[in-house]
């Protein structure tokens, strides 16, 4: 084994912070930081005994990083966990030559998790399109892409990276 794709996520919306559950949170955390580190240990060992190098790569989102709307703050913990779980699993992996990036999409368009929550918010779609500068969504292609070149030696120096795929939304206001 020399690469992991840590994909598994869930996000629902919820009423607020103030009616969140710790069996919510909880859910949220086993699924979206959990799963990825239990994961990440066991295939990382795997690799330091068989002395090989390779890449991990989490899928995160760019909503750990900015704010892209409301009522998804378990979701946003779980994965602003997850980047700072990549950033330290960089550090302690490096030496053994494992490099472990994130790719931090916003919302993709034609996946089952994004068609919900547009279908229970439909202007989310408008707004998002809106204030990206590509005008578009994330495409799956654009999130594969970016896992490729992680998985490749084209990135054979690249480590601890974050990497936002979101149009620009993040580096540009649009009024």
């Not at 607020?16 to 990440?40: D, H, M, P, R, W």
């Not at 472990?100 to 993709?108: A, K, Q, R, T």
């Not at 005008?135 to 490749?152: E, P």
């Not at 990276?161 to 149009?167: S, V």
Request: glycine residues 8%.
């Amino acid at each position: 084994m020399d690469g992991l794709v840590n994909n598994a996520g869930i996000i629902n919306e919820y009423t607020g912070f103030q009616s969140l559950t710790k069996q919510q949170l909880c859910t949220y955390l086993e699924t979206n930081l959990l799963g990825a580190i239990n994961v990440t240990k066991v295939v990382a060992e795997k690799m330091i005994k068989e002395r090989k190098p390779g890449s991990i790569v989490n899928v995160s989102s760019m909503s750990s990083i900015n704010i892209l709307y409301g009522g998804i703050m378990p979701y946003v913990i779980s994965k602003a966990g997850l980047d700072a779980a990549t950033r330290q699993f960089a550090y302690e992996l490096g030496p053994y030559n494992i490099r472990v990036n994130s790719v931090n999409p916003s919302l993709v368009s034609g996946t089952d998790m994004t068609d919900g929550i547009v279908k229970s918010n439909p202007q989310l779609r408008d707004s998002t399109e809106y204030r990206t500068p590509m005008k578009r969504l994330v495409g799956i292609d654009d999130v594969s892409g970016a896992v490729v070149y992680f998985l490749s030696d084209l990135s054979l120096m690249v480590t601890a990276t974050c990497h936002i795929l979101d149009g620009g939304i993040t580096n540009c206001i649009i009024v």
